[in-house]
């Protein structure tokens, strides 16, 4: 079955550091890959995406993600973190492209150090 | 400007009322799904829906029921609810699988 994997639960950084999120997947062929960031109760804002082509995707907010086939991953960077960067994140896969769902990660709460 | 919305934002309300939560969306969508996620947690697929008079149940057993009377509507209605259903829930759509989702805001539900 297919699923995603986001390994880190929680992590915190400080303001102006580099952040990556991990995530992997479980899937036999190349699945749409999405990041969505989550702040504290609001709906997800799509950040990137990949489905195919260049395997480094820029996205809104400064982040941006490397699609890694033979590790069945696509994290999440950004060279320097805002304190407005925190938020949960997650990670999702699309495998049915006539149906369009998603699967997602459990996510990862980022929380940003002064 | 295309969009998808819900309302009401929040809603507490007693135990045994009847609930429907609104959800609508004017970029012309097939599909639609109905999310339920606890503070801090991940997301459960309750009801989705391909078009109209579409709708599945999802992975996550729900006593909530959805309708797909229109396109661009999708509501989601709780004959009785009860402190278990106390959650927020999300409504999302999508064009065709490699778009994503386009999320709405959420409805946070506190059944008391």
Redesign the interface.
């Known amino acids: 079955a297919q699923s995603v994997t986001q390994p880190d639960i929680h992590i915190t950084v400080s303001e102006g550091a580099s952040l990556e999120l991990r995530c992997n997947y479980s899937y036999g062929a190349t699945p ?1 890959l ?1 990041w ?1 960031v989550q702040s504290p ?6 950040l990137l ?1 990949y ?1 195919s082509g260049d395997t480094l995707v820029q996205g809104i907010k400064g982040f941006e993600a490397e699609f890694k086939r033979s590790q069945s991953s696509f994290n999440l960077r950004k060279p320097s973190v805002h304190w407005s960067d925190a938020a ?1 994140y ?1 990670c ?1 896969v ?1 495998v ?7 699967i ?4 990862t ?1 980022l929380q940003v150090k002064p | 400007e295309a969009d998808i919305y819900q309302t009401p934002r929040y809603l507490v309300i007693g135990t045994g009322k009847k609930i429907t939560l609104e959800c609508s969306q004017t970029m012309g969508h097939d599909k639609m799904y109905w999310y339920q996620q606890d503070p801090g947690m991940e997301l459960h697929l309750i009801h989705y829906s391909y078009g109209v008079n579409s709708t599945e149940k999802g992975d996550l057993s729900s006593e909530s029921t959805v309708s797909r009377i229109r396109t661009e509507h999708f509501p989601l209605t709780l004959e009785s609810a009860r402190p278990s259903h106390t959650s927020q829930y999300l409504c999302a759509s999508t064009g065709t699988g490699r778009d994503g989702y386009t999320f709405g805001s959420g409805t946070r539900l506190t059944v008391v």
């Open positions: 749409y999405f969505y109760g609001q709906g997800l804002q799509l995406k489905f949960e997650f999702a699309g049915e492209s006539n149906t369009g769902k998603l997602f990660g459990q996510g709460t």
